[in-house]
Nanobody
Framework: QVQLQESGGGSVQSGGSLRLSCSAL????????MGWFRQVPGKEREEVAG???????IFYAVSVKDRFTISQDSANMVSLQMNMVKPEDTATYFC???????????????????WGQGTQVTVSS
């Protein structure tokens, strides 16, 4: 069973940057829909970005478009570069994966099969 591990969370001031990474030891993301989600207690989980590793097609939620960038950095690592962060970006961020031969119909929402444990991002004003 593939296990995803997020890293890079922490505290940052409003307007700053943070880079989150998602990796899987001993595994490669060859034909996967890879997504980043965030969740705040009491609110619905939000899918903020996704990438299909076979062709690089990308999805962004309106709330993060033009500020966040998703990328595949290596065969087993996907990252989320967060720029111009705002206090409302404060959340626990999760990465998720779903194998797909045919691409990803964004947003995938609950269609992901594999989830990481999450990493906390706190943005102070």
């Amino acid at each position: 069973q593939v296990q995803l591990q997020e890293s890079g969370g922490g505290s940052v001031q409003s307007g700053g940057s943070l880079r989150l990474s998602c990796s899987a030891l001993g595994y490669t993301f060859s034909r996967y829909c890879m997504g980043w989600f965030r969740q705040v207690p009491g609110k619905e989980r939000e899918e903020v970005a996704g990438i299909y590793t076979a062709d690089g097609s990308i999805f962004y939620a309106v709330s993060v478009k033009d500020r966040f960038t998703i990328s595949q950095d290596s065969a087993n690592m996907v990252s989320l570069q967060m720029n111009m962060v705002k206090p409302e970006d404060t959340a626990t961020y999760f990465c998720a994966a779903r194998y797909s031969l045919w691409g990803c119909r964004w947003p995938l929402a609950n269609a992901y099969d594999i989830w990481g444990q999450g990493t906390q991002v706190t943005v102070s004003s």
